[in-house]
């Protein structure tokens, strides 16, 4: 880039950031009550509130939000994207209106976002992949009208992946309800209203019925190429790269979780294409999976039968073996998380008309994993056999006041120290953090 136009950009990002500040400040003076910094008195730890704008939204939970050295965090906000010094917790805008976040690169301060695009028309277009510099906020764009939605970056920055369907289909169609994850509803065959919970399976059992061909494919930031990984009449979803391995991505085949065989993994060029988890009995569900920060685990929320009995299950992609960690019907979570170093697991919680039905399951929690050792005597195949393991809990947040259908997307922080997660607890939509050792008497 020439240094005028270099300096032009400068001058329109600082313009064009600039005004989020002060919407952020009005929206910020105009919601005194919202509380900034307290103590939860149920549990004794200390929760801050990070951002100032309504309808603010922490990253996905396995979409990265954090650069590698630990110094700064992402998340978005109606004004744009949002800049966090994980020093001081102090909040700048990184963008204006019009970009969401991504990820996080895994190696380098720089930010993969999307920027929505507007036709001469004035109907929305495909929009922009752009690569945004953490430090001095540079915006380089990347890939424009990608044939297909892109979800991941590898760990070496050199491919993206994504998927493509022959045609679209909304998983909602109608009115939607407002300030939900998705905006399910529905009505049963007695023409009453259905649950929310009830209404999303109903409508991705609808979403799988219809056999839309579709592919997942690497693009090339370099050069833009687009190579297809692999291509079906299922529903592909939940594509994400491994934060270690570059040729390694997991994806799963989408639907009511009882109805199919969900995690799968495969490379990059289309090949050891392999299904993680396999069911042994009818009604047992596997999903929301992820990778640990290592890449050497899946680890997954299973149920065997589903609603009836709970672990988190870990799968060892060198060894191929399995750990399943059991837990109470209250702590099951809509998802789970792991600490960096893969010492702790923590959960959102969920709420009584989910899978798990708690009737105390609104809570954040904090989950020490222990291995359930030998008698002394092992099975003459225990080395082949699923290691069992429990977790126990610790009580982070009361989400009582919290509705899961916008569901809290919990992450560790690098340090370990906080978890960043999203809450609709005092209202509108906002990104909090509790301090995990913070416990006052």
Known sequence: ??????????????????????????????????????????????????????DSKSLYFHDNAFTADGR?????????IMKVDLDTWAVAPLTGEGYRTMMMSRTRPRLYARKSGRGADG?????????????????????????????????????????????SYDLQPGPKVAGTDGGYNAVGPDGKPLSFAAAKEVRMADRLAQNIPMEIFTLNIATGERKVVTASTDWLNHVQFSPTDPQQIMYCHEGPWHSVDRIWTIRTDGTQKQNIHKRTMNMEIAGHEFFSFDGQRILYDLQTPRSEDFWLASFDLKTEKRIWYHMDRNEWSVHFQVSRDGKLFAGDGGDSEMVAFAKDGKWL???RPEIIEDLGVSAPNAADLVRPGVLRAQKLVNMARHDYRTEPNLQFTPDGKWLVFRSNMHGPI???????????S
Not at 14 to 37: H, I, R, Y
Not at 72 to 80: E, F, H, I, K, Q
Request: cysteine-free; hydrophobic content about 50%.
């Open 430 to 440: 906002h990104v909090y953090a509790v301090e995990i050792g913070s416990v006052t």
């Open 72 to 80: 700064w965090m992402v998340y978005d906000s109606p004004s744009g």
């Open 1 to 54: 880039m020439k240094k005028r136009d270099f300096l032009k950009s400068a001058v329109a990002l600082t313009a064009l950031t600039a005004m989020p500040v002060v919407a952020a400040e009005a929206a910020e003076a105009a919601e005194p009550a919202l509380p900034k910094d307290w103590i939860d008195a149920d549990t004794g730890h200390r929760i801050i509130r990070i951002s100032m704008e309504p």
């Open 123 to 167: 109907k929305a277009t495909g929009g922009e992949i752009v690569a945004i510099d953490m430090v001095s906020g540079a915006i380089t764009p990347i890939a424009a009208d990608v044939k297909g939605g892109i979800t991941s970056v590898n760990a070496d920055d050199t491919l993206m992946v994504g998927t493509w369907a022959e045609r």
């Open 365 to 367: 929690y904090l989950f």
